[in-house]
Structure formats: C-alpha cells, structure tokens
C-alpha cells in the first residue's frame, strides 16, 4: 500500500520557501540600510537553523541569513551537563570562534549571532576574535534580558533543556549588574516541552510552557516572563497577546534577538 505524500510534499515546499537555495545575489529589502546585507548565524544544532531562518526572515527582510551548527555540539554539551563537567565544554568555545571566522572569511558577514542560549560562555571568545574583523557579535538573549532587567520586578525564566538553566542565570546576573540594577528571578524548567518540540508537538509544547507560567504565577507575583531558548519562541504563535493571556509579557529571544541585530545592521544601535 503506497504511502500519502501530500504531508511530505508540504514539508519540503514550505521548508524550501522559507530557506530557499543558496545565491549570490542579494534579495530586495524593503527597508535600504539592509540592502545586500549579510548576517552569519552560530547555532547549537543544526536543527535550530529553521527557527533562525524563521525569525530572522521575519525581522530581517533582505538579509542573507547563513548557518552555521552542527548536532555534535549540542550533544556534547548534553553530555557534559550530565556528568557535571563544565558546561558548555571548551572545545565548543573553540569551535564557535572558528565558526565565526569561516564565516567572515568565506562571505564577508556584517554580523554574527549567536543563536544558542546554552553556548552564551562562548560571545566573549568570539567577539575578541572579531575585534580585528571589525565584525559586532550579538547573542541572541541579551537584548531580552536587558528589557525584562529594566522592567523590574520579579522575572520567570522559563527553559525546556537543563543544560541551558544555568548559563540563562548567569548571564541575567551579568546583564543587571551591567546596567547597575538589581535582579530578583524565579526559574522553571519544563523538560516535557522539549521532548513534545522534537515530536512536532508543537501546540502541546506551547501549552506545557503555558501550564509552567500559569503556575508560577499562581505562587507569586511575576512582572516579566523570559523565555530562555530561541526554540521557545514557537510559544507566540500559540500565544501573540500574552499580556491578555498571562497578564504579564513574555519575551523571547527570537524577536528581541533579532530586533537588535536588525538595529545593528541599520545603524540604529552601536554594534555589540
């Protein structure tokens, strides 16, 4: 009994409009500081890239996004996490910083991102390693948790991976204490979510992050919800008003990420 392709047949076409095949020409952007732009992404996997691709389309029309990552540093991470080794592990650094410069080297980016939350240790590696490219580094949470540091009040981190938790507070601290201010967060982590993402369960992911707010909220006040993977940001097609749902707002790094790159590149901000 042959097999009904008509859902392979979607998957491969939507995936190919959103990605589309490599070209040197640039694509028109409606916005012209952006016009022939490059932007070179870092990923943890290689499976991340469709959500860099996603947002990155979204908030960066007309750049040409390039990806880099592979499963191997996710899964080393993994496992120094669960031995209790230092995570992320120093070979991943390294690598991240030689992704970056192939990325220069091989296209000429005018920016890099970071895009893997667990692998936040390594923007300082790889933007000294950019200093002589002139080349700015963003990691795609900082942007996020400078907003909810200046909101105030109390913030709910909320991760699906364990090895992500503590790298995520780390650099929450680091950002309060950059802007002098001081930081009170609660943390949740939801490790079913990221079993129900890697299904394609994506709306149950989207409410067991949701379960995990609303109880939180439920044993405290919370002004602010951070969302600690850019893989999370799939909660906001569930979820575009969580201001009306959850009566507090919810940031995810792949807008807010995004948003500071795109002002980066149009000249809006400094360069990180």
């Known amino acids: 009994m042959q097999r009904d392709l008509k859902g392979d047949f979607e998957l491969f076409s939507r995936?190919?409009?959103?990605?589309?095949?490599?070209?040197?020409?640039?694509?028109?952007?409606a916005d012209p500081?952006?016009?022939?732009?490059?932007?070179?992404?870092v990923n943890g996997a290689s499976w991340t890239s469709l959500f860099s691709n996603y947002f990155g389309s979204r908030i960066l029309?007309?750049?040409?996004?390039?990806?880099?990552?592979n499963e191997g540093v996710q899964l080393n991470f993994m496992e120094a996490?669960?031995?209790g080794l230092p995570c992320p592990p120093q070979i991943n650094i390294d690598l991240f910083v030689r992704y970056?410069?192939?990325?220069?080297?091989?296209?000429?980016?005018d920016a890099i991102l970071i895009s893997c939350s667990t692998m936040n240790r390594a923007a300082g590696a790889v933007r000294q390693a950019m200093k002589k490219y002139n080349v700015p580094v963003v990691q795609i949470d900082e942007a996020m948790m400078e907003e909810a540091v200046?909101?105030?009040?109390r913030i709910l981190v909320v991760a699906t991976h364990g090895p992500t938790v503590r790298n995520t507070q780390e650099l929450l601290k680091e950002s309060a204490e950059k802007l002098g201010r001081q930081v009170v967060f609660s943390?949740?982590?939801?490790?079913?979510?990221?079993h129900l993402l890697g299904r394609g369960e994506i709306e149950a992911h989207n409410q067991a992050v949701a379960a995990a707010i609303r109880q939180a909220a439920a044993r405290e006040p919370i002004e602010t919800v951070m969302l600690a993977q850019?893989?999370?940001?799939?909660?906001?097609?569930?979820?575009?008003?969580?201001?009306?749902?959850?009566?507090?707002?919810?940031?995810?790094?792949?807008e807010t990420g995004f948003e500071r790159v795109r002002r980066i590149l149009t000249g809006e901000a400094p360069a990180a």
């Open 33 to 41: 500081r952006l016009q022939g732009k490059k932007l070179g992404i």
């Open 61 to 69: 029309p007309g750049v040409k996004l390039v990806n880099v990552g």
């Open 230 to 254: 850019l893989s999370m940001a799939v909660f906001k097609l569930s979820y575009p008003d969580p201001v009306r749902d959850f009566g507090v707002p919810v940031l995810t790094s792949g």
């Open 187 to 194: 943390g949740a982590t939801v490790e079913e979510a990221f």
């Open 150 to 153: 200046l909101r105030g009040g």
């Open 81 to 83: 996490h669960r031995r």
């Open 100 to 109: 970056s410069e192939d990325l220069v080297k091989l296209v000429g980016v």
């Open 15 to 29: 995936y190919m409009a959103l990605t589309g095949v490599p070209t040197l020409e640039a694509a028109p952007a």
